[in-house]
């Protein structure tokens, strides 16, 4: 049973810092991995999909890898900025024989506050 | 232009009331889902259609029903709500269930059950 876990929970950081927040999956057979961002009360915003075949993807100060081999995907942000602050989820697609279902496994989230 | 969106907003209500959520997308996507996000914010797939076809249901009661009238649309009833429901369902949709899926999510519907 896949399981993904995201830690920190919370991470408060200044202005201008580069960060990583963390995404772990227990089975390595995913079809992708995405994440999302999600602002209060708010509905979900993808950021980056990773194919299984890839290593990494990037959009603009955002970069997500994945690492099936060891069940880890990062996202980094570089030179955060406080319109940055919102929770990240990250998201595994099981893999299913026939390909993907589309089930989506989501972590529980990295609450990001980013002080001006 | 909404890509995909949902109705109502937020939803009140009394144990027991039948209720509709309706989403609508219009990317042209041929599959569509509902999650659950309960109070502690944690996000977990109820059901997936592909083309008004149910391809997933993850342990959902049966007082929960999903209807896909074309595959532009994913309405989720509710029978004989309960405390428990309370929690804001999002609706996604993606282009297949075949190739590497981004999904796009509504925007919620926060649901509550007094």
């Known amino acids: 049973k896949q399981e993904v876990t995201q830690i920190p929970a919370a991470l408060s950081v200044p202005e201008g810092e580069n960060l990583v927040l963390n995404c772990s999956f227990t089975?390595?057979?995913?079809?992708?991995l995405q994440w999302f961002r999600q602002d209060p009360g708010k509905g979900l915003t993808s950021l980056l999909l990773?194919?299984?075949?890839?290593r990494e993807q990037t959009s603009g100060r955002l970069n997500a890898s994945l690492d099936k081999s060891s069940g880890r995907s990062t996202l980094y942000i570089a030179a955060s900025q406080p319109g940055d602050s919102a929770t990240y989820l990250c998201?595994?697609?099981?893999?299913?024989?026939?390909?993907?279902?589309?089930?989506?496994?989501f972590g529980k989230g990295t609450k990001l506050s980013v002080k001006p | 232009d909404t890509a995909v969106s949902q109705t109502p907003k937020y939803l009140v209500t009394q144990m027991g009331n039948d209720k509709s959520i309706k989403c609508e997308q219009n990317?042209?996507?041929?599959?569509m889902y509902w999650y659950k996000q309960d109070s502690k914010k944690f996000l977990k797939i109820m059901f997936s259609?592909?083309?008004?076809?149910?391809?997933i249901n993850e342990t959902v009661p049966n007082r929960f029903s999903p209807k896909s009238p074309d595959k532009a649309h994913l309405n989720l009833h509710i029978n004989s709500l309960e405390l428990g429901d309370s929690a804001v369902y999002f609706c996604?949709?993606?282009?297949?269930?075949?190739?590497?899926?981004?999904?796009?999510f509504g925007p919620g519907t926060r649901l509550t059950v007094l």
């Open positions: 996604a949709s993606s282009r297949d269930r075949w190739s590497y899926n981004e999904q796009f």
């Open positions: 089975d390595s057979a995913i079809y992708n």
């Open positions: 990773i194919q299984s075949s890839q």
């Open positions: 998201a595994a697609d099981r893999l299913n024989y026939g390909g993907s279902q589309g089930n989506l496994i």
């Open positions: 990317l042209g996507h041929d599959t």
């Open positions: 259609y592909n083309n008004k076809e149910l391809i």
